[in-house]
């Protein structure tokens, strides 16, 4: 898991006040407030201007994030982690998120418009805003008594696929190859489960790997399949390595 976190001002905390108004208690509509919709604009529209593809609206990294938000706000203190508070991976995880990477902005200013300045002349903040690697993100403003608190959450967004759909994912890159049949197969299924060896007989080449793009297939395995040395192919998935939030799958693919 990639984590970047990176902090709009030097001091952490803004201190406290013994007769602070009330924090507003922030919306978890799934949709963005106007404030929260102006940073998503914002933050688009740098990444248009920079050839990169927008970030799609999320709405457990917005959860994580309104919750940190309301946090901070009611403490009145600008951390990525307030005492007692889970850090970020944990966070967007309980929200329901599933990542490949994550990364969080926050700030206080008086409105939306400053905050995104400040985050753009901020070389870690921009990064963040500008990371082709992430696709999603969550954004929270509430207001409290030292102005306006603000939480970008992003990620790159993995699917939940089951097992049966990672199976034909994988299977149809396959029959995109030279191979003569692909087939989902208890063997296969058996095999990626097991640390070593394999199920079944007179299997030439076997191959396990977790991933969080199924988009392709190993290097390695293209390279077998190019040596037209096989004429069939088995595949199986079963539960990858996952971390809370941070999602693998788990393949195994014979050759025979």
Partial sequence: MFCFLFFVCAAHSLGHSQNRPPVSAPSFSSHPSADEKLLLDAANRERTAAGLQAL?????????????????????????????????????????????????????????????????????????ILNAELTAIGIATTRGNGGLFAVQDFSRR?????????????????????????????????????????????VLYIIRFEVTDLSKLPDELLQKIKSRKYRKGAVGACRGGDAGGFTRYRIAVLLY
């Fill in 56 to 128: 799609k609206w999320d709405d457990a990294l917005a959860a994580a994030a309104r919750e940190h938000a309301r946090l901070m706000a009611g403490e009145n203190v600008l951390s990525h982690q307030l005492p007692g508070e889970p850090p970020l991976d944990q966070r967007v995880a309980q929200a329901g998120a599933k990542y490949a990477m994550i990364a969080e902005n926050v700030a206080i200013g008086p409105n939306p418009e400053a905050i995104h300045d400040g985050w753009m002349h901020s070389p870690g903040h921009r990064r963040n």
């Fill in 158 to 202: 993995v699917a939940e696929l089951s097992l049966a759909q990672q199976e034909e994912k994988v299977a149809s890159l396959l029959r995109g190859t030279n191979l003569p049949a692909v087939d989902v197969t208890e063997d296969a299924r058996k095999t990626c489960s097991m640390d070593r060896g394999y199920a079944g007989t007179s």
